[in-house]
């Protein structure tokens, strides 16, 4: 009963304190930009701004792009190449049990 009542006494405060103030996030996904506006219940304003990428971080990020783009691009090149090597497989095999065939009747 004591764990029920404190657990409903945290999940109200917490409430409370969440809904003290309101966040508003906006997000320039070009530049990677981000502002962060929070007001509160007394009415000041909190601005929190965050500039985009640097030149290393956009190489980085550049980089890990084209890094995904080649592995995905290899990765479907061998599945072809698997499945034409299967079926190529599967026709000799076949061609050589016709002929294992006509050489015993």
Do not use: C, P, Y
């Amino acid at each position: 009963m004591k764990k029920t009542l404190l657990l409903a006494a945290v999940l109200a405060f917490s409430t409370a304190a969440f809904a003290q103030e309101v966040k508003t996030t906006t997000r320039d996904n070009t530049t990677g930009a981000k502002t962060t506006v929070t007001e509160r219940d007394n009415g000041t304003v909190k601005v929190e701004s965050r500039t985009g990428r640097t030149e290393a971080g956009e190489v980085v990020h550049d980089t890990k792009r084209g890094t995904k783009r080649v592995a995905r691009k290899t990765g479907n090149a061998v599945e072809t190449g698997a499945k034409k090597t299967g079926w190529a497989v599967k026709k000799g095999a076949k061609a050589v049990k016709n002929k294992a065939e006509d050489i015993v009747d």
